[in-house]
Structure formats: structure tokens, C-alpha cells
Nanobody, 122 residues
Framework: QVQLVESGGGLVQNGGSLRLSCVATGPISKASFRIYNVAWYRQAPGKQRKLVASISSGGVADYVASVLSRFAISRDNDKKSLELQMNSVKSEDTAIYYC????????????WGQGTQVTVSS
């Protein structure tokens, strides 16, 4: 069973920075990880889970408009990991953040992290 282990959440002041990390463990090789699209989602209290940022297996990054120029997603295929650098955070960024990976080719396979809480204080 592939597992995604997240870390880096916590309490941060308005305008501050935070870095989230997610590492894939279990039966997934570096070669396999390379063909996964990876992403960060978030779920605010009482709201649906929504996509924040993604990187395709080919390395193309995409962001939701509300975080563009503030957040940066990256991946390290050798470490089987992805990260989300969050800068200039706002109160509306408060949410549980989840990492997600999905195969870009072949059989359908996707995995979710357990979630990490990010709270922005004013």
C-alpha cells in the first residue's frame, strides 16, 4: 500500500511563510513516481476540498488564481516527494492541506495524504 506522509503544517501569522512536504512511501519506485501527476488540495471548514496547485509528470505546474505568485509547488522524483512553499499567507489560506498523486498513464492509481492543518492567524 502506497502511503503519502505529509509534514510542515502549523500556525503561521498573516503575511508569513510555511513549507509543506509530502513523501511517498511503500511499494512505489522512483521510476514509478516520475509518471505520477502530483498536486496539493485544501479543505477549509465547511467547504469542499479544492485543488490548489499541481505539477504534471512532465513538470508543468499550475495554480488556482487565488495562490498564484504566492505559492510554489515543486517535486523531487529521486526523493519521491512534493512540496508546497506558501508565502504571504492570508487568513483565507486556513485549511487542511492534502497531497495527492495520480498515475498519468497505464492503470488507474491514485493516493491521498492524511492531511496537515494550516492555520493563519491575524
Amino acid at each position: 500500500q502506497v502511503q503519502l506522509v505529509e509534514s510542515g503544517g502549523g500556525l503561521v501569522q498573516n503575511g508569513g511563510s510555511l513549507r509543506l512536504s509530502c513523501v511517498a512511501t511503500g511499494p512505489i519506485s522512483k521510476a514509478s513516481f516520475r509518471i505520477y501527476n502530483v498536486a496539493w488540495y485544501r479543505q477549509a471548514p465547511g467547504k469542499q476540498r479544492k485543488l490548489v496547485a499541481s505539477i504534471s509528470s512532465g513538470g508543468v505546474a499550475d495554480y488556482v488564481a487565488s495562490v498564484l505568485s504566492r505559492f510554489a509547488i515543486s517535486r523531487d522524483n529521486d526523493k519521491k516527494s512534493l512540496e508546497l512553499q506558501m508565502n504571504s499567507v492570508k487568513s483565507e489560506d486556513t485549511a487542511i492541506y492534502y497531497c495527492y498523486i495520480a498515475r498519468s498513464t497505464g492503470r488507474n492509481a491514485n493516493w491521498w495524504g492524511q492531511g496537515t492543518q494550516v492555520t493563519v492567524s491575524s
